[in-house]
T-cell receptor
Framework: KQEVTQIPAALSVPEGENLVLNCSFT??????LQWFRQDPGKGLTSLLL?????REQTSGRLNASLDKSSGRSTLYIAASQPGDSATYLC?????????FGPGTRLSVLP | KAGVTQTPRYLIKTRGQQVTLSCSPI?????VSWYQQTPGQGLQFLFE???????NKGNFPGRFSGRQFSNSRSEMNVSTLELGDSALYLC?????????????FGPGTRLTVL
């Protein structure tokens, strides 16, 4: 069964810290992996997409890595800001379906 | 470029009724996917439409159905509503749904079944 898990479930950090969010998936035959953020009551905003053949992607203060062999992806957020507070979800595209992790709820304290 | 739009944003129905939700993708996008989000189950994939055909389907009962029109707009229908169908329904569009395509999500329709 294709499953995606995320650790930690919740995280609270002071402003300015660098942090890492983890995503694990059981089936490594992926098309791509995408990281999203979701603000309360809102839809999802795409952050980064990593294709199956790629190892990492960067956008501003965000860096996502992918290790298919170990079934892991990490999202690194540098110099966190209060505006980064949201739930972060990873989603794995398997071609015939998409499987989302449960999310990590991040709070960045001013 | 306008984003993904969903209508209505909020909906209240009673058990046994049926409901239709609408999604307009980003202009030029041909793939539309639907998801159900609940506190207990998280985000679950319902189905994907591409060029007016259902291309992929998640593990939901037949009460959940959809269609896509020639302009790529999509509708999702849920018949014989149950209390457990209360959820945020999200649609996402992408160019072709391929491995290099980013999915862009709409704001969702919050359905409450009483």
């Amino acid at each position: 069964k294709q499953e995606v898990t995320q650790i930690p479930a919740a995280l609270s950090v002071p402003e300015g810290e660098n942090l890492v969010l983890n995503c694990s998936f059981t089936d490594s035959a992926i098309y791509n992996l995408q990281w999203f953020r979701q603000d309360p009551g809102k839809g999802l905003t795409s952050l980064l997409l990593i294709q199956s053949s790629q190892r990492e992607q960067t956008s501003g203060r965000l860096n996502a890595s992918l290790d298919k062999s170990s079934g892991r992806s990490t999202l690194y957020i540098a110099a966190s800001q209060p505006g980064d507070s949201a739930t972060y979800l990873c989603a794995v595209h398997y071609g015939q379906n998409f499987v989302f992790g449960p999310g990590t709820r991040l709070s960045v304290l001013p | 470029k306008a984003g993904v739009t969903q209508t209505p944003r909020y909906l209240i129905k009673t058990r046994g009724q049926q409901v239709t939700l609408s999604c307009s993708p980003i202009s030029g996008h041909r793939s539309v996917s639907w998801y159900q989000q609940t506190p207990g189950q998280g985000l679950q994939f319902l189905f994907e439409y591409f060029s007016e055909t259902q291309r992929n389907k998640g593990n939901f009962p037949g009460r959940f159905s959809g269609r896509q029109f020639s302009n790529s707009r999509s509708e999702m229908n849920v018949s014989t509503l149950e209390l457990g169908d209360s959820a945020l329904y999200l649609c996402a569009s992408s160019l072709e749904g391929g491995d290099i395509d980013t999915q862009y999500f709409g704001p969702g329709t919050r359905l409450t079944v009483l």
